[in-house]
């Protein structure tokens, strides 16, 4: 499976990459890098996204945009045939991850919403919801 992922906590990706390493994961940091991916001819599974994304730290990294701004692309720009197939919300901003979800509701995908926590609880119920 082809699973991007949208955070700009690097503890964050390294959960990640250690509960998806049997999938392809495409890691990010911007709304502007995750919109690029979403442009090109990949088609992802699984979509995960968290809201707020300017906090980044990383000097190297243009920190501009949100989560919101991917799940406003993914509702007003991508065909049916683009939209990925599920969506991970992990945000711990509720009031930008419920705005995220209203938005996304207009796809016809699955939409999940979790607050992101490093526990093998979350792992579980994040891959439940990739096999699903």
């Known amino acids: ?14 959960c990640f990459r250690q509960w998806l390493q049997d999938h392809n994961c ?9 919109i690029t991916l979403l442009k090109s001819d990949l088609r992802f599974d699984l979509v995960c ?11 190297d990294i243009e920190s501009t945009g949100t989560g919101h701004d991917v799940a406003r692309f993914i509702s007003s720009h991508m065909s049916i045939k683009q939209i990925p197939k599920k969506i991970w919300i992990h945000s711990w901003n509720n009031y930008g991850a419920m705005e995220m979800e209203t938005e996304l509701r207009l796809c016809n995908t699955e ?4 607050e992101f926590a490093n526990a093998p609880l979350y792992a ?3 891959l439940d919801f990739l096999e699903a």
């Open 1 to 14: 499976m082809l699973i991007l992922i949208l955070d700009d906590d690097n503890n964050r990706h390294d």
């Open 26 to 34: 495409l890691h990010v940091k911007t709304a502007k890098a995750a």
């Open 49 to 59: 996204l968290d809201h707020d994304l300017d906090l980044c730290t990383d000097p």
């Open 111 to 114: 939409i999940r919403r979790n």
């Open 124 to 126: 579980r119920v994040l």
